[in-house]
T-cell receptor
Framework: AQTVTQSQPEMSVQEAETVTLSCTYD???????LFWYKQPPSRQMILVIR??????QNATENRFSVNFQKAAKSFSLKISDSQLGDAAMYFC???????????FGTGTRLKVLA | NAGVTQTPKFRVLKTGQSMTLLCAQD?????MYWYRQDPGMGLRLIHY???????AKGEVPDGYNVSRLKKQNFLLGLESAAPSQTSVYFC???????????FGPGTRLTVT
């Protein structure tokens, strides 16, 4: 069975600094997708970035980038130039078209210090 | 978020009462999902649907029923609410573009 693990329940970063959130997953599939979602205090789930497993190039969206290591089954999120508005829960998620289901990690709470 | 709405936003139930949560989309997506979110446990899949008239069980289906009579709507029912069903419930749709998932605003349900 596929699993997603976020081993950091909470992280802190100084404003304008860089922080990396970790995510590992377990799967026997070769074709899948990985996502990072942000959940601010408003509770709304917001898609931050996605990565297709067949792509070797790491995805980037403005200040957000990923380090995708397929062999190690690792998918970390790097946030550069952290802003106060980045404070939120961050969830890593896995999807395979074989099951049409998404599997989420337990989340990492990110605090941004002014 | 791709026009996903949830009704109601908040609800307090007494043990044994029933209720239905409504999820509606203003697009034409086939796949819809119901999750519950509990502290320290992330999002867990309750039920999902791959199209009108179809439903399937997720990870934690016990105590819930669902229906997808119309493509735009996905209903989640609690026949006899229990305190263990106190949670935040999210509905989501899956887009065909890179399998991105978009969520409704959530419903906070408290069962006393």
């Amino acid at each position: 069975a596929q699993t997603v693990t976020q081993s950091q329940p909470e992280m802190s970063v100084q404003e304008a600094e860089t922080v990396t959130l970790s995510c590992t997953y377990d799967t026997s599939e070769s074709d899948y997708y990985l996502f990072w979602y942000k959940q601010p205090p408003s509770r709304q789930m917001i898609l931050v970035i996605r990565q297709e497993a067949y792509k070797q190039q790491n995805a980037t969206e403005n200040r957000f980038s990923v380090n995708f290591q397929k062999a190690a089954k690792s998918f970390s999120l790097k946030i550069s130039d952290s802003q106060l508005g980045d404070a939120a829960m961050y969830f890593c998620a896995y999807f395979t078209s074989g099951t049409y289901k998404y599997i989420f990690g337990t989340g990492t709470r990110l605090k941004v210090l002014a | 978020n791709a026009g996903v709405t949830q009704t109601p936003k908040f609800r307090v139930l007494k043990t044994g009462q029933s209720m239905t949560l409504l999820c509606a989309q203003d697009m034409n997506h086939e796949y819809m999902y119901w999750y519950r979110q509990d502290p320290g446990m992330g999002l867990r899949l309750i039920h999902y649907s791959v199209g009108e008239g179809t439903t399937a069980k997720g990870e934690v289906p016990d105590g819930y029923n669902v229906s997808r009579l119309k493509k735009q709507n996905f209903l989640l029912g609690l026949e006899s609410a229990a305190p263990s069903q106190t949670s935040v419930y999210f509905c989501a749709i899956k887009t065909p573009i890179a399998y991105e998932q978009y969520f409704g605003p959530g419903t906070r349900l408290t069962v006393t």
